[in-house]
């Protein structure tokens, strides 16, 4: 499953007040989102401003000084996730 396709359905997840804190994956859909998500990171940048998604990357990569390139992909509102190189 591509990115693309993995944010689309976690944003179109919605949970009732019973079902919230509350989730049960599959074990094999489970180990295919742990598969995903290796080497990421999530984080959102606190401002009201919206932040450009190059820019970022591009002073990330120099604070984090990384040999390898990090893809950065936006999952909206500033938050952003960050996939390092392996």
């Known amino acids: 499953m591509e990115t ?3 944010i689309r359905r ?3 997840i ?4 019973v079902e919230e804190g509350k989730a049960t994956f599959k074990s094999k859909m489970k180990s295919k989102g742990e598969q995903i998500v290796a080497g990421c990171l999530v984080g959102k940048v606190l401002t009201n401003k919206s932040v450009n998604k190059e820019g970022l990357k591009i002073a990330l ?3 984090w000084q990384n040999k390898r390139e990090v893809k950065v992909e936006s999952l909206g509102d500033n938050v952003f996730m960050f996939k390092f190189g392996t």
């Open 4 to 6: 693309e396709e993995l």
């Open 61 to 63: 990569q120099q604070a």
């Open 10 to 12: 976690c944003r179109a």
């Open 14 to 17: 919605k949970l009732s007040g």
